[in-house]
């Protein structure tokens, strides 16, 4: 008497129809963050590295993070991969601004 | 009358620098960040204990935060300048004038008023702000710590006194410590929306509560504080500002709970809300 083991079962049916709903509302939400991470991150360096030169360098120097990230998070929406990333990068505009953009006046006007 | 010196003595030099990695951060950039990264943590938290049927699809969702960031930064610029008009004019020259600056009832009804715009841009009728309430309570509380902690360049101190408690910010006057009233009311507030929330209330209720309480408060602790008031009206900029966004929350609340009297009226068992999940 020979036992023989049982086939394996086959995989379920892939169901290209629907994506998972578990999965992606999480995943948008890391993305989201990481846009807005990545642009603070972007404003802090952009400020730290013109310093009080801020607005010698330029008179649109100051606006130089906005208009860059600005730039940046549009033409992302446009990349279904990159969307939720790229509304990320866009919500950091504001609240780098009321940090950093304050900050970086407010410690140019002690000189 | 000659001050009583304070008794509360607070051994603090304002305002307060920390250092971190050889470099020294101001208190009030610490505690900002700090505020918001705490906040949108919590934010996060609620948005993910939401039953499906509460939460707004994520990309509608992002776009209200969009929305809302947005009107904050705009809000609390504008309503800085109208605060102390004569100084931003007089300075009108300095770019550094006109960024610096900014209020929180001016950034909250800026929000507000931010996503009621990206709402109606998306089509949205849901009331969404309730998911608010506790990042803004702690957010705030935690940013208010570092006002306090900037001393008087900040502009968030209180007029002389002679209380107990008052602080001496370092020009050697006592002062009401109106930064830690703040921190103290938003706790209470928050406890008692906590327990509001384990409740069955309307969709959007805690958040005109919370904002409602939040510019009652507002409203007087700007009596208490050296302020520029508009000559006709004896209030400043912020306190008509108060005083509106209040109208606004009291009209809404009082069309929300007509609204449920109709509901229940008409015997209908599908709007009543299940708790906040920031209750659980």
Not at chain 1, 11 to 31: E, F, I, M, T, V
């Amino acid at each position: 008497m020979t036992h023989s083991t049982p086939p394996p079962l086959p995989p379920p049916p892939l169901d290209y129809g629907h994506a998972d709903p578990s999965r992606r509302p999480r995943r948008s939400w890391a993305k989201f963050t990481s846009g807005i991470g990545a642009g603070l991150v972007i404003s802090f360096f952009y400020y730290l590295t013109l310093g009080t030169n801020v607005a010698q360098v330029t008179p649109f120097a100051p606006f130089g993070a906005v208009i860059g990230k600005l730039a940046a998070g549009i033409a992302l929406l446009f990349y279904p991969r990159w969307k939720d990333f790229g509304i990320g990068l866009i919500a950091s505009i504001p609240v780098a601004v009321l940090i950093f953009l304050g900050l970086c006046f407010a410690a140019m006007s002690k000189l | 009358m000659p001050l009583a010196p304070p008794v509360l003595v607070v051994a603090i030099a304002f305002p307060v620098q920390f250092h971190l990695f050889g470099r020294s951060i101001h208190a009030h950039a610490l505690f900002e960040v700090l505020a918001y990264f705490i906040g949108f943590q919590i934010y996060l938290l609620i948005r993910r204990q939401q039953h499906d049927g509460a939460a707004l699809p994520v990309e509608q969702n992002l776009w209200v935060i969009v929305g809302c960031v947005f009107g904050a930064l705009v809000g609390a610029k504008v309503l800085a300048w109208l605060e102390s008009p004569i100084d931003y004019w007089s300075h009108r020259h300095e770019l550094a004038a006109w960024i610096g600056g900014k209020t929180i009832v001016g950034g909250l009804l800026g929000g507000w008023i931010g996503v009621e715009i990206a709402k109606r841009i998306m089509r949205v009728t849901r009331r969404t702000g309730d998911a608010f309430v506790f990042p803004l309570i702690l957010g705030i509380a935690i940013g208010r710590l570092g006002c306090f902690l900037t001393g008087l360049s900040d502009h968030t101190h209180g007029v002389a006194t002679s209380l107990p408690w008052a602080v001496d910010f370092g020009d050697g006057v006592p002062r009401h410590p109106t930064q830690l009233y703040e921190i103290a009311f938003l706790l209470i507030l928050g406890a008692l929306l906590l327990v509001r929330s384990r409740h069955a209330h309307a969709p959007g209720e805690l958040f005109r509560w919370f904002l409602l309480g939040y510019l009652a408060f507002r409203f007087l602790v700007e009596f208490i504080k050296p302020r520029y008031t508009i000559p006709i009206l004896s209030l400043s900029a912020i306190q008509i500002a108060s005083l509106l966004g209040a109208c606004a929350c009291v009209i809404q609340l009082l069309r929300g709970s007509r609204g449920n009297q109709k509901r229940e009226a008409d015997d209908d068992p599908f709007h009543a809300t299940a708790p906040s999940p920031a209750a659980a």
